[in-house]
């Protein structure tokens, strides 16, 4: 029998490119976007791939929308306010956090053998602040990040839902059109100017788009009922080494801006970027080099520049 999948966020960057790839797998999909006026011009054309208008202030409607039960998987990647302003904007938070939570409850009506929720390596930001006194509206949206991973630990285990929290962490490549550290870096390399940074001395983790959701795609259908999985690349490094192979790709001459920008007080742990666990969990395997991803990227974004 096919395989079935629903994805909420279908348009978005990691949501059409985790829909596009389950198609070509031959999963049946229901790609959930916002309504008739949302841009879904980055989800192919695909006998296996349904699009469904939804909002998901409504999404209690998709039992009777989608016909099909017993779903394989139910990803859940919609997230308003996941950049920009309204990151900082409690009531769309807020109401994430509900909307989200009525996922999982359809996920259950829907017969779905899996849950899929994604987190953000700020989660862990986040914590660190509550830990240390520090207030800012700049955690809102990690904030309700977490506050949504614990309601949904609690929600789950009440109405017998298996369910994984995926958190993922520099995700980048062809489709993200924000001005992420990758996208700016590459940016600024081809109009022959210097990107500035902050001395970027902490640690990070980048993963490219097609890993990305490989990896999500073999976490969802497996079989296994772990809890929690990180999505990154094979491992971390100080930020300032991943901004120097980006430059040694796309202009090896070219001067990067190291110091200029003041230190926002941002930490990461190396501790939190624990991808080897998942390697050794699943068995998954990268098949792109950083190096590798940042080429496709600049293919990409000099095609986007013409």
Known sequence: MQKRAIVTGANGFIGSALTNN???????????????????????????????????????????????????????????????????????????????????????ILGCSKFIAIGTIGEFMAELALKNSIVSENFTYALSKNFYHSLLDIYCYKNDINYTWCTLSGVFGKGDKTS??????????????????????????????EDCVDCLIQIGFDNGTDKYFFIGGPRPLPLKEFLKKTRNVVSPESKLGFGIRKDDGTVYLKEWFTMGKTIQQLGFSHKYTFEDGIKLTLEWIKTMNK
């Open 180 to 209: 992420n550290i990758i996208n700016y870096t590459i940016q600024k390399l081809l109009l022959n100017e210097t990107p500035e940074f902050t001395k970027a001395e902490q640690f990070f983790d980048f993963i490219y788009i």
């Open 22 to 108: 389950l198609a070509k797998k031959n999963v049946k999909v229901f790609a959930i976007v916002r309504n008739i006026l949302s841009n879904i011009e980055m989800i192919i054309e695909h006998e296996n791939i349904n699009i469904i208008y939804c909002d998901l202030d409504e999404i209690q409607q998709i039992e009777q929308i989608i016909p099909d039960k017993n779903i394989d998987v139910f990803f859940h990647l919609a997230w308003a306010g996941a950049s920009g302003p309204d990151r900082a904007n409690h009531e769309i938070q807020m109401k994430n956090i509900s909307n989200s939570l009525e996922c999982a409850k359809q996920s259950k």
